[in-house]
């Protein structure tokens, strides 16, 4: 349930985590609560020059209900927060990745004359698909096991080797700045392609990339919510 006390001065990421709903009002007006989700809402509102009592008054209206059922990620551990990530955010990005690119290819080659912007977000995307692969092995072959490790160490009560404690917080700096990477060239790509609008006379093809894409964003802010948000910040408090 949704805090509402000194609600101006609470981080955006934070305000996600209580209820994940709140998403959906910070993506309709542009504010980052993923990558961004580290500033409070009064600086988040400023910075996109955003009215703060109109956020302030539709996050009020969070305030009475929960989260949806199965959605109270915070309490889940680590261990099942990984799970949840790699079936669900990580499989995703698996899926699409090359479906949106082809879309992106044959949409830049058969429109980019008229519309060269299209060349751009292929490009782009196919820079971002690299990125995230990558990304996404570095998580499953060292990050999640590190935490995984430390995690049963906690819970048997055993010390944690300062080497594994160093490695872990290395890992995490370099994930949360591919998570920073990976936002910028989302929010490029949502730029070129005028917040993923076709125009009027767009082929289906034109459609489904903008449409694919926009799901894209959707899926990758999620995504590196849970991870910036909640897991890192669980396996920060591991090391304390």
Known sequence: MLTTENLSEQKVGDIVTENYHAAGIFREHGIDFCCG??????????KKNVELQNIEGLLMQLA????????????????????????????FVRNKTSEIAAYAQKVASVHGERHPWNVTI?????????????????????????????AELHEKGEP??????????????????????????????RETSNNFTPPEDACMTYQILYKNLAGFEEDL????????????????????
């Open 37 to 46: 989700g580290g500033i409070t809402l009064k600086e988040a509102c400023e």
């Open 64 to 91: 009475g209900s929960p989260a949806a059922t199965g959605e109270n990620y915070s309490e889940w551990s680590p261990a099942f927060l990984i799970d949840y990530i790699q079936n669900t955010h990580h499989k």
């Open 122 to 150: 292929f490009h782009d995307f196919v820079t971002l698909s690299h990125e995230l692969l990558n990304h996404l092995q570095a998580e499953e072959e060292t990050v999640f096991p590190l935490i995984n490790q430390i």
């Open 160 to 189: 944690v080797d300062a080497n594994l404690t160093a490695a872990l917080r290395s890992e995490l700096d370099k994930m949360v700045s591919d998570h920073d990477g990976a936002g910028n060239l989302m929010a490029k790509i």
């Open 221 to 240: 802010h999620k995504h590196v919510h849970l991870e910036n948000n909640i897991l890192f910040r669980k396996a920060e408090a591991l090391l304390a």
